[in-house]
């Protein structure tokens, strides 16, 4: 059986299994397509099956690009990866610590840049422990704005986050959370250019990415695929904001770097192409410094941080706004050392494995699926395959 068969088999499995309404992967070795495969629906009520050019929101996949745009800001030296976000941010002047009483100490300084890029600045995303709840209200008071035709621009969002009290003191501990975010505000801030502007002009033209962005336009939106969520009675369609971010038809007053962008596979792919060729476009246009994406890739938590990680990414260390695989045996698939990538809240999936030359994507849209059990399958039919 052929890796394709096999893979659209494991697909299948999975539609069938009401674990999403429809997925495709593809992968490249060595600059060649290895395989693409698909099964389902891109809209169940429309009978509209997957298909290779289907637009998925990226939800958390956007992250991988935000830190690729700040590391061209390094590789220019327009920035210090040790500046702190208070330097273009002034809503981080006066950083706080919530304490589990919800009172709140001053901190010792503001998250650097480098913190922000490994996910321990003590930020957070919504919460039910106190910082958590401060960051919530943020995003409650910004999706009011947005479903009311509105919304908070980039830089405002953020600042009004940095006004809120951090988790703990920056570089202690490893935290999921609006790191992301803020980066992009500071990249809008240090470049002079709306985010989704700079990433237009640096990243998606350069690499013929014609279908990303931060919104969908209405001659796209036909390809753009519902979004479900499970119940126990099956998919449901899910058309609510999460994280500020659900609007599509038009373009967005806050552009997470985050959460925000949509794809396809074809677009990630040339995206991932680039990092695996060291920075360089198929056609040889460089984007990145290989030394840059040698930071990009390099793992950056200590022990002690690398602790505080989900038991779900056991094997992994973080860098740059990604997973970096630095125990392959205590992963939970089949993968290789210096493994990199990220997933979406959605489902969706990037990885490179350089020292294969092997990149893989995954596109499906269903709510609170991150790297799910299709996904672990899939890789580990095409490292079996691969040998």
């Not at 210090?80 to 002047?93: E, K, Q, S």
């Not at 003191?169 to 803020?182: L, N, V």
């Not at 099956?234 to 999460?242: C, D, K, N, R, T």
């Not at 995954?362 to 890789?379: F, H, P, S, Y």
Request: proline share 5%.
């Amino acid at each position: 059986m052929t890796l394709r068969q096999q893979l659209t088999n494991c697909l299948e499995e999975a539609v069938n299994r009401n674990e999403a309404a429809g997925i495709n992967v593809l992968a490249w070795q060595n600059g060649k397509e290895l395989c693409y495969a698909q099964a389902g629906m891109a809209d169940i009520a429309a009978k509209k099956p997957i298909a290779r050019d289907s637009i998925f929101r990226l939800y958390s996949q956007t992250k991988p690009v935000t830190a690729a745009a700040v590391m061209i800001l390094a590789d220019r030296g327009m920035i210090d990866l040790m500046d702190g976000a208070d330097r273009y941010l002034p809503g981080f002047r006066n950083p706080r610590i919530a304490a589990a009483d919800g009172t709140t100490t001053p901190a010792l300084r503001a998250p650097w840049i480098v913190e922000l890029l490994g996910m321990t600045a003590g930020l957070c995303y919504p919460d039910a422990d106190p910082a958590g709840q401060y960051a919530a209200r943020v995003f409650e008071e910004d999706q009011e704005q947005i479903l009311a035709g509105g919304g908070m621009g980039t830089v405002a969002f953020c600042n009004r986050l940095g006004e809120q009290p951090l988790a703990f003191e920056p570089g202690t501990h490893w935290r999921y959370s609006t790191c992301a975010d803020i980066l992009g505000a500071i990249v809008e801030t240090v470049s002079g250019k709306p985010f989704g502007q700079f990433l237009r002009e640096e990243i998606f033209e350069p690499l013929g990415m014609k279908d990303t962005g931060f919104w969908v336009p209405e001659e796209k939106r036909n390809r753009l695929v519902t979004c479900y969520r499970r119940t126990e009675s099956g998919l449901e369609e899910f058309h609510s904001l999460h994280l500020a971010v659900g609007c599509y038809d038009r373009a967005p007053a806050f552009e997470s770097g985050g959460a925000g962008l949509t794809s396809t596979l074809d677009d990630y792919m040339a995206f991932a192409r680039m990092l695996m060729n060291g920075g360089v476009t198929a056609e040889g246009r460089r984007i990145l410094s290989e030394a840059a994406v040698r930071y990009m890739r390099t793992p950056q938590l200590s022990p002690a941080v690398q602790r505080d990680m989900w038991d779900s990414l056991n094997g992994y260390s973080y860098s740059c706004l990604m997973r970096v695989c630095d125990r392959p045996g205590a992963a939970a698939m089949m993968t290789r050392e210096g493994e990199y990538g990220w997933d979406g809240w959605l489902g969706t999936y990037f990885c490179n494995i350089p020292d294969l030359g092997v990149t893989f994507l995954l596109g499906q849209n269903v709510t609170d699926t991150g790297t799910a059990a299709v996904t672990r399958k899939c890789r580990n039919l095409l490292a079996a395959a691969l040998g």
